[in-house]
């Protein structure tokens, strides 16, 4: 089983601000990483498929970059409805995935 | 839009059957381009994929599930259905329905997501 692990735990960003979050697999997936958004009480939202491609609808502001076992998100200017938990999932290897997310809290 | 909704009881007694069904709106479950799959999330904790069914019956399950689920699917309904036995209180958590779709090698991510059921397994 590849064993993702996200970093950090909690990140305090202050809105307008840069966030930067990590997700290292524990062996190489090549592109097969997607990313989630969680608020309380949400389903996951997917975000980013193929490690950069975003998905339908989502802003201009989440990025995705990475490949084989280190990849980050990155929120450009964080809105306050961006204040949420993240999620990395691979789908390179069977069981799919997910790392234990990664809380976007205001500072 | 597609649209998916998990359905079943709340509560489960330790060592009895957790059944959960999912229905699915706004589109049809037999198209060949998706998986439907099965996720849960324990209260306060991370994901976990429990498994996930092709239209055609073909299955995929969680190693560390599979000795206790089964997932079956009933097309004339638009629904796909997970059984989880001899459940713990381990087995508490929000479940949650998903489409899976196939990128150029596999069946890859989750979109849409059901809203999630919780369950909680007490006696």
């Known amino acids: 089983e590849i064993v993702m692990t996200q970093s950090p735990a909690t990140l305090s960003v202050s809105p307008g601000e840069r966030a930067t979050l990590s997700c290292r697999a524990s062996?190489?997936?090549?592109?097969?990483l997607a990313w989630y958004q969680q608020k309380p009480g949400q389903a996951p939202r997917l975000l980013i498929y193929g490690a950069s491609t975003r998905a339908t609808g989502i802003p201009a502001r989440f990025g995705g970059s990475g490949s084989g076992t280190e990849f980050t998100l990155t929120i450009s200017s964080l809105q306050s409805e961006d204040f949420a938990v993240y999620y990395c999932?691979?789908?390179?290897?069977?069981?799919?995935?997910f790392g234990q997310g990664t809380k976007v809290e205001i500072k | 839009q597609l649209q998916l909704q998990e359905s079943g009881p709340g509560l489960v007694k330790p060592s009895e059957t957790l059944s959960l069904t999912c229905t699915v709106s706004?589109?049809?479950?037999?198209?060949?381009?998706?998986?439907w799959g099965w996720i849960r999330q324990p209260p306060g904790k991370g994901l976990e994929w429990i498994g996930s069914?092709?239209?055609?019956?073909?299955?995929y399950y969680n190693p560390s599930l599979k000795s206790r689920v089964t997932i079956s699917v009933d097309t004339s309904k638009n629904q796909f259905s997970l059984k989880l036995s001899s459940v713990t209180a381990a087995d508490t958590a929000v479940y949650y329905c998903a489409r899976q779709v196939y990128d150029s090698k596999s069946w890859a991510w989750f979109d849409p997501w059901g809203q999630g059921t919780l369950v909680t397994v007490s006696s």
């Open positions: 706004g589109g049809s479950i037999s198209s060949s381009s998706y998986y």
């Open positions: 062996q190489g997936v090549s592109s097969d």
């Open positions: 069914i092709y239209y055609s019956g073909s299955t």
């Open positions: 999932q691979q789908y390179n290897n069977w069981p799919r995935t």
